[in-house]
Nanobody, 124 residues
Framework: VQLQASGGGLVQAGGSLRLSCAAP????????MGWFRQVPGKEREFVAA???????YYADSVKGRFTISRDNAKNTMALQMNSLKPEDTAVYYC???????????????????WGKGTLVTVSS
């Protein structure tokens, strides 16, 4: 199973980007799906996620600025990022796991599937 993340790029502070994650081979509606990010030299951190039932969760640092969405019919997930800040600069990864939110709550990032990252750079 491959997750395909896309949509990263360079944007000025205050701007917006929309990331997408496609999972054509996944039983999408059965999985929790989420976005994570990582800055070189730092640990990967949670950004936003859906439980398999559709409940959404956000890291405090992105609440009110980022919106996660999913389309089970198309096996896709998106992350709309508004009011971007330089500290949002990172490689963003999408992930899928049957118990994704539980793993996040435990600090366990051993997800079933990870996509290749997409780089988001926010200039000041």
């Amino acid at each position: 199973v491959q997750l395909q993340a896309s949509g990263g790029g360079l944007v000025q502070a205050g701007g917006s980007l929309r990331l997408s994650c496609a999972a054509p081979e996944l039983s999408f509606s059965s999985y929790g799906m989420g976005w994570f990010r990582q800055v070189p030299g730092k640990e990967r951190e949670f950004v936003a996620a859906f439980s398999w039932s559709g409940t959404t969760y956000y890291a405090d640092s992105v609440k009110g600025r980022f919106t996660i969405s999913r389309d089970n019919a198309k096996n896709t997930m998106a992350l709309q990022m508004n009011s971007l800040k330089p500290e949002d600069t990172a490689v963003y990864y999408c992930a899928a796991d049957l118990d994704l939110l539980m793993r996040v709550q435990k600090g366990d990032y051993g997800m079933d599937y990870w996509g290749k990252g997409t780089l988001v750079t926010v200039s000041s």
